[in-house]
């Protein structure tokens, strides 16, 4: 609720802002980009980003959270220090805008001037002292397996989508009357600290809905935990997007001594005769 109501008084308070001041300073800030670290000696995996908002910080004082791009007035002049810190959309969802743990600040000094507008292009890399779990389809050996119970559909490995171009491959999953269903999981055995940050990143391009899990694995049982459901797009042509889902709260729920694996699972849209899941670049990343 407070990421939410912190919205209406920043609005406020940037109209008056320029009633008051008709002179401001004006700071734009474009797209982020997201860069390779250099200092990291582990694979990152690609590339790829969905960082639509931007924590400002002028002189450790915060302005407020914005979608880039945007430009806004600076009640300040002169050499400041700004500080902008990537944010996504938590677990996909608009309204709860978080900045990302893993990602480094853009920080610059700048001279603001009154009437004019300093511009900057942000860029950020992954910090250095991270763990990755990558499956980015790139091999023939991948560490996600089909159910062999449950799951109608398998994955295939695919290139035929000319509008991706990070890696040569990525999973396709066709549905259809016969191979209605698909539900796979990973096969990493990831030991996650409690406590601590995790995320699994997902590039999905969908006309199917695809719902993604948490499976905790303990002396004690197994646990299936329901997560996040990637909505089937219903515009045309079908989209490339990126997901970053929080697995903080379920991973400090779970049992002691547990590890964990993801799951995915899908069941043919009603009134649809066939569609398509592709999935690719599959990040588990903690500290």
Known sequence: MKAILLFIPLAFLLSTCIKN????????????????NANYFGAEGALTENLTEAWVYVNDDLIGVFEVPFKIPI?????VDIKVFPAIKNNGISAT????????????????????????SPTTKYKDNLSFTIEDFEDIN????????????????????????????YAKVALNATDSTWVAYTNWTSYIPKGKEVYLEIDYRNSNSVTTGLIAISPSGT?????????????SPVVWKKIYLDLREMVSASANGAYFE????A???????????????IKLIHF
């Open 21 to 36: 001041n008709p002179d401001p300073a004006w700071l734009e800030v474009n797209d982020w980009t997201l860069v390779a």
């Open 262 to 265: 993801q799951s995915f699972e």
């Open 75 to 79: 009640l300040k002049s002169g050499a």
């Open 223 to 235: 646990l299936p935990n329901t997560h996040i459901r990637l909505n089937a797009q219903k515009s």
């Open 97 to 120: 805008k978080k900045v990302y743990p893993f990602l480094e600040t853009y920080q610059i000094n700048g001279v603001l001037v009154a009437n004019e507008t300093l511009t900057i």
């Open 142 to 169: 991948t560490n996600i397996v089909n159910d062999p119970n449950t799951s109608a559909a398998s994955f295939s490995l695919s290139n035929n989508n000319l509008q991706w171009f990070n890696g040569n491959f």
């Open 267 to 281: 069941y043919l849209e009603d009134g649809l005769s066939n569609t398509e899941i592709e999935i690719d670049n």
